[in-house]
């Protein structure tokens, strides 16, 4: 820490927030407060190992210092650059850190906007993220693939549903799920994908992107307004992979939005298919950890009930955003794929009752240490959970 970011002699408290990430305050001997992350580069579900989930942190960190340095976005909170002009840090193989301003301000819950101020303020917000494309060299961000990460996993989990599955609690369940829910799951995917070709071929709004900037990655700062954070998942996309999250049913934002960046139209497959790429994702990831070696705990138990709920939706949305609680999938209930095992099982399954956590984590952060804890993924708490 004193090497590289000059943090002489830091008094480093554990902070136990966010999801999937592992966070320190870091008080140097000058009295500077800083905010330390370390990252787990194997759970990153998006790429095919440490190097290449290194390599993406760096290029996403590095775009979000050009969006606040040489774009003057103010509210862009990005992790400090070393005396070597680094913005991350390998610590071994496996993990990574960085350091971002320790900043005073309160987060709030996963799920929807609270009412329609925070939604038309975001959509201003956006709008200036997305007009400072230009700002970027273009060969620094990310580009949109449209892959649904750890397809191949959950492709190979839907090819091996008529055996025993032994992998830890969980396993068992997940596979007599599957076999309910395989076939309108395979149709979901082939939709999606025409959806992909679709939107890749015809999109004109691509654009640098957050990618998550739902109300648990926005900090009120007293001091100089709002913040937003955790811009590990940036990349140049169709602006829909970010207003599908802060719009509702009545396009509330978009007067806002359309202000400030002149946009004419909003691509409503693009909106559709960044819905379906989350529940997708969801359903993918979780059951590759499934498959494998698990343990009844707090992270599986939780990523049990995003499963059965992802699987749940049919994956036929209006074009328009649904109104509901949160901007992860909604609970839909269909009786057939309610597993049981007995009040009086010690393996019984109990999905949490709450619905407003979605796919980029939960809980509430408050106070100081929410000030660039954010949302980690929680794909990343999952990994966490079953092990590599």
Known sequence: MER???????????????????HWSAVGSGGTRSFVTVDDLEADFRTPGTDFAFAALDRAFRTANVLSDNASLEFVLA?????????????????AVTVSPFIDGESSEYGAYEGPDDRRAMGALLARLHTATDQVPS?????????????????????????????????????????????????RLQEYDEL?????????????????????????????????IDWDTTLIAPRERDLWIVL??????????????GAASLNNEALQLYRRWWDLADIAIFVGGFRRAHERTEETVASWGHLTRAL??????????????????????????????????????????????????????RGDASGVAGRRSRWRGFRAAVGP
Not at 248 to 261: F, V
């Open 4 to 22: 590289h970011w000059g943090l002489r002699d830091p008094q480093l408290d554990y902070l136990a927030v966010g999801y999937g990430s592992h």
């Open 79 to 95: 992790p400090l650059f070393d005396r070597e002009g680094e913005v991350i840090r390998r610590l071994s193989d496996r993990y």
């Open 139 to 187: 060969n620094l961000p990310g580009r949109e693939d449209f892959a649904i990460p750890s397809r191949a996993t959950l492709l190979e989990a839907l090819g091996d549903l008529d055996r025993t599955w032994d992998f830890g609690p969980f396993a068992e369940p997940v596979r007599k799920l599957l076999q309910s829910s395989g076939d309108d799951l395979e149709r």
């Open 196 to 228: 992909a070709a679709g939107v890749q071929g015809s999109s004109d709004s691509w654009v640098i992107t957050h990618g998550e900037p739902h109300r648990a990655n926005v900090i009120r700062d007293p001091e100089c307004g709002v913040r937003l």
């Open 248 to 261: 509702d049913e009545d396009l509330t934002g978009w007067d806002e939005y359309r202000d400030l960046s």
């Open 312 to 365: 749940a939706m049919t994956g036929d949305r209006p074009n328009r955003r649904l109104k509901r609680k949160g901007c992860g999938p909604q609970t839909a209930r269909n009786p057939s794929w309610t597993l049981s095992l007995g009040p009086d099982d010690p393996e019984r399954l109990e999905p949490r009752s709450s619905d407003s956590h979605g796919p980029s984590g939960r809980g509430s952060l």
